[in-house]
């Protein structure tokens, strides 16, 4: 079955650092892929997203490129703030399209 | 424009004790999908709906049961429950798979079974 890892949190930085999370999975075929931030007591938005291979998903100032020869869509954001603090999840939705499937989430803490 | 409110936001139960979670899109959505989140394990889908009068199981749906009567509501059945389903749910929606439309999540239903 599908499959999506990430590295494990929580992920402590300084304001204005550089961020990475790590995402890799496992499917059959194309999936989508997709990152979700949940803030504090809110439920997951929509961050960014990727359908092909070799696409850049971009917004807020996050990055991540679909990598299908490493299967990786890594989360990259060139400095952060303390409002990114946050819990980040990697998806990817199958191709029937009915089912998501999330890695376990990195928490992010982000200090002035 | 509410998206996706969720009822109740807090409960807390016995065990063998049943009830309902309500979960109401204004989006005009097709469809609809049940989560539950625990420590470490990001989210699992437990029951997902992809249009009115329709529902099937997702990765874990032992012990729940769902209802998709109207297109807006979907409701996510807990008939006995037991410790092991004390969790965060979640409750989302979206127009389709086509065009990889995102999904659009409540705010979540914080459930402890004693």
């Given amino acids: ?112 | 424009n509410a998206g996706v409110t969720q009822t109740p936001k807090f409960r807390v139960l016995k065990t063998g004790q049943s009830m309902t979670l309500l979960c109401a899109q204004d989006m005009n959505h097709e469809y609809m999908y049940w989560y539950r989140q625990d420590p470490g394990m990001g989210l699992r889908l437990i029951h997902y709906s992809v249009g009115e009068g329709t529902t099937a199981k997702g990765e874990v749906p032992d012990g729940y049961n769902v209802s998709r009567l109207k297109k807006q509501n979907f409701l996510l059945g807990l008939e006995s429950a037991a410790p092991s389903q004390t969790s965060v749910y979640f409750c989302a929606s979206s127009y389709s798979y086509r065009d990889n439309q995102p999904q659009h999540f409540g705010d979540g239903t914080r459930l402890s079974i004693l």
């Fill in chain 1, 1 to 112: 079955g599908n499959s999506v890892t990430q590295m494990e949190g929580p992920v402590t930085l300084s304001e204005e650092a550089f961020l990475t999370i790590n995402c890799t999975y496992t499917a059959t075929g194309y999936p989508s892929l997709f990152w979700y931030v949940q803030y504090p007591g809110e439920g997951l938005q929509l961050l960014l997203k990727a359908t092909k291979a070799d696409d850049k998903g971009s917004n807020k100032g996050f990055e991540a490129t679909y990598r299908k020869e490493t299967t990786s869509f890594h989360l990259e954001k060139g400095s952060v703030q303390v409002s990114d603090s946050a819990v980040y999840f990697c998806a990817l939705l199958n191709n029937a399209g009915n089912m998501l499937t999330f890695g376990g989430g990195t928490r992010l803490m982000v200090k002035p």
